[in-house]
């Protein structure tokens, strides 16, 4: 069973791989707005860090409501029977239907300098802040850090025509 990312690691030629570790926890006020949930609810916090011939290339953090996820199949993302966020949800009858994504640039904190082994001072990371969305309900929220030098982000936008 191959991920998204590894499958897109293999595109580039590359071979993926990745670490995880998820925890309950419970949503802080700008994950519980990111996912229309009350603060202090519980949710799963899963911290990634992701490698391409084994060099760090990524690391991100994902959070899901367990009224949504808990109890089932795919309560622990990394245990269940699918991979990826959109097939996992799939298996609970969560269809996704659209996400929404924001990208910014900011500084690398001194963590991510740590886990991404980047240099010490003057080092740029993107930050997608990413929301998987059944309808208007989002059913599981991220954010992923990229170093700033060693991606390209590109974004094909359908144009509706007038007829």
Not at 36 to 52: C, L, M, S, V
Not at 90 to 105: F, L, M, P, S
Request: net charge negative.
């Amino acid at each position: 069973m191959n991920s998204p990312f590894e499958r897109d690691a293999a595109t580039a030629g590359q071979r993926g791989d990745w670490e995880a570790e998820t925890i309950k926890v419970k949503a802080t006020p700008e994950v519980a707005r990111r996912l229309d949930i009350k603060p202090g609810e519980p949710i799963n916090q899963t911290t990634y860090r992701f490698f391409a011939d084994r060099r760090p290339i990524q690391v991100s953090q994902s959070w899901e409501p367990l009224s949504i996820t808990g109890g089932t199949p795919i309560e622990n993302p990394e245990e269940g029977p699918a991979i990826g966020v959109i097939a996992r949800m799939d298996t609970i009858g969560q269809a996704v239907d659209h996400v929404v994504e924001k990208v910014t640039a900011r500084a690398a904190t001194r963590d991510e300098v740590k886990r991404l082994d980047l240099p010490a001072r003057g080092t740029y990371v993107l930050v997608i802040e990413r929301t998987h969305f059944v309808g208007d309900k989002p059913v599981e929220t991220c954010d992923i850090i990229f170093p700033g030098d060693r991606y390209e982000l590109t974004y094909d936008i359908p144009v509706e025509l007038k007829a």
